[in-house]
């Protein structure tokens, strides 16, 4: 930030949107004078490892302002997802991280929206600072974010600041839980200027022209947070905050704020592809807008299908001449997170591409696969105040078990690249004792499902053969139903052709299957769809398996039952038409 402040203070470097939905923004000198402010405030409140500050609201001008002061002066912070506070129905992930980090101050957008965690904060054995930017709660002690701002720097700022060394701890960044509670991942400054050049290494058109981004992935995690602000500013760009998200709620302010920023660099998760390309379709005026400047895409966190890589390939050369590249890798909160990459132009989804400069990979033999594991100066040290844990990530030799299984493309040629195998924590054992690839078996089925399956979770540990419960796209089965908006989803689902379909799919895919470990033998639809708040879907939307398999577990009993369903489909029972009393009596699935 120093050096971009020097270089081109007048570059804007942050812009969201205020409470008028105009653009506001800081640049590069204003960015460096507000972290040297706040700075002072958070080394005047005796900010530290053991009372770091803790960001419960989501992106905003403050929230990284605050985070770039509390790494100027080398206080860590950790930015929480806001579904920890806001979206959970018993606050368990957020006691569960509050007690691991014991705050020294926290901070929220606004004090109205955020009220209810005031009772939650007073249970902690310490007190800490409240901060908010509007609408502090009445007869609560909580401080307006303009008077922090309103600090003016000492020395002790530049002292602090010349004190920061490659082992200073910059944040703590949550994972997802998926495995368990979720662990507070210790990211040091050397862990995350590494692994900026190593991706700008990996990336060099990145020298041509500052990035400007417009984006929404959340800075809680470590896509938004590292990979996508870190680069920002590690190149002197331009970070226009998206307030949409990839839902069809939120989708519609992405479009807006696309209408009126081009990027030069687009980062989303497969969904968030599926949801612009229609609109992008439609609309030339918005399409030229898009790829005015665009020069690369990334996706991350979920298999992209192969019919949306074409959609988004077609648009590319009808705007551009060619396709814009589309890339991605491979990392994890614990790798900050850049460390494979396939930077080559490819259309294989799954290709993860090889380590990237600076980063060792292992393959080591672990369930009938190949583990990766990742040793590099962008590998965390540790888990906080979790040494257990901390010691169990690492294998004899110091590399970090990534948990996500490789092999290559091409055995004969290495430098081809590594496709992804699965993680190997979700893989299992049918009663035979065949092992089942869970990864690449559940991405085949969304790939041949498309566009009517929007997710699926396999099942089939300790049964005699595979199945899954799908979690259908209920507008394009509604189009094949050709049912009216206001058809409800159950019927739409016990549609015959919709059943047709399903059937289809399951007889296509045993039909290519090689044995027990990838023939699936059942589907269930499921009308209710993944429950970010019950930790079925991560922040950056892909399906957390075991918390799925956990909280349906009368689901998967249903699906391998002896009685009969309107839902399930079996490859036996194809052409059976279900009465209206078993669609009646198997159609919902409770969500308390």
Request: aromatic share 8%; hydrophobic share 40%; with cysteine.
């Amino acid at each position: 930030m120093t050096e971009w402040a020097s270089r081109a203070p007048e570059r804007l470097f942050l812009v969201d949107r205020d409470t008028d939905e105009q653009w506001r923004g800081v640049t590069y000198r204003e960015a460096l004078s507000m972290a040297r402010r706040l700075g002072q405030a958070l080394l005047d409140r005796g900010l530290s490892p053991e009372r770091p500050l803790v960001i419960l609201s989501g992106n905003d001008l403050e929230h990284g302002l605050l985070a770039l002061a509390a790494q100027h002066v080398g206080i860590p912070f950790a930015p929480l997802a806001p579904a920890y506070s806001l979206n959970s129905p018993d606050y368990a992930k957020l006691r569960h991280a509050l007690s691991l980090l014991t705050p020294g101050m926290v901070y929220f957008s606004d004090g109205a929206a955020y009220r209810h965690v005031l009772d939650l904060l007073d249970q902690l054995p310490e007190p800490c600072e409240r901060v908010c930017r509007q609408h502090p709660p009445p007869g609560q002690c909580v401080r307006l974010f303009s008077e922090l701002a309103a600090t003016t720097p000492t020395s002790a700022v530049e002292t602090a600041h010349a004190a920061i060394n490659g082992d200073t701890i910059a944040k703590f960044l949550f994972t997802s839980g998926s495995t368990g509670w979720p662990k507070a991942v210790i990211n040091t400054q050397r862990m995350l200027c590494s692994n900026q050049q190593m991706k700008l290494q990996s990336w060099p058109c990145m020298t041509d022209e500052p990035p400007v981004l417009v984006d929404w992935l959340p800075w809680s995690h470590t896509f938004g947070g590292n990979h996508n602000f870190g680069l920002v500013l590690y190149n002197g760009g331009t970070l226009y905050i998206d307030d949409g998200s990839p839902t069809p709620k939120g989708i519609g302010r992405t479009l807006r704020n696309l209408r009126e920023i081009a990027p030069t660099l687009y980062f989303n998760v497969p969904r968030g592809y599926e949801l612009l390309i229609p609109s992008l379709m439609r609309d030339q005026t918005l399409s030229a807008r898009f790829f005015e400047r665009l020069r690369m895409c990334f996706y991350a966190g979920a298999h992209l299908r192969q019919h949306t890589w074409e959609a988004w390939d077609h648009l590319g050369t009808a705007h551009c001449g060619s396709r814009i590249l589309m890339m991605t890798g491979l990392g994890a909160t614990e790798t900050a997170p850049f460390a494979l990459c396939a930077n080559r132009d490819s259309r294989q989804s799954g290709l993860v591409g090889l380590p990237v400069p600076g980063v060792e990979l292992k393959l080591a033999p672990c369930q009938q696969k190949l583990e990766a594991r990742i040793r590099g100066p962008n590998v965390t040290p540790g888990y906080w105040r979790q040494p257990g844990l901390s010691v169990d990530a690492f294998d004899d030799e110091g590399f970090y078990r990534l948990g996500d299984a490789l092999r290559f493309l091409d055995p004969l040629r290495p430098q081809a690249g590594l496709l992804f195998d699965g993680r190997v924590a979700e893989d299992f054992k049918l009663v035979t004792g065949t092992w089942v690839s869970v990864g690449p078996l559940r991405a085949k089925l969304v790939e041949a499902g498309a566009p009517h399956i929007r997710e699926a979770v396999i099942t089939g540990q300790d049964q005699n053969t595979i199945g899954a419960l799908i979690f259908p796209d209920i507008d394009a089965c509604r189009q094949l139903a050709g049912a009216t908006p206001s058809t409800d989803k159950d019927h739409i689902l016990a549609h015959p052709r919709v059943r047709e379909r399903f059937a289809g799919i399951l007889e296509q895919l045993a039909s290519s299957a090689t044995g027990s470990s990838t023939r699936l033998t059942r589907l269930l639809l499921v009308s209710d769809p993944l429950s970010p708040a019950h930790n079925e879907l991560t922040d950056k939307g892909t399906v957390n398996q075991r918390a799925v398999l956990e909280r349906r577990r009368e689901l998967v009993e249903a699906l391998y039952g002896a009685n009969e369903s309107a839902y399930r489909i079996t490859l036996n029972n194809r052409h059976t038409t279900p009465s209206t009393d078993t669609c009646a009596v198997h159609h919902s699935y409770s969500t308390t």
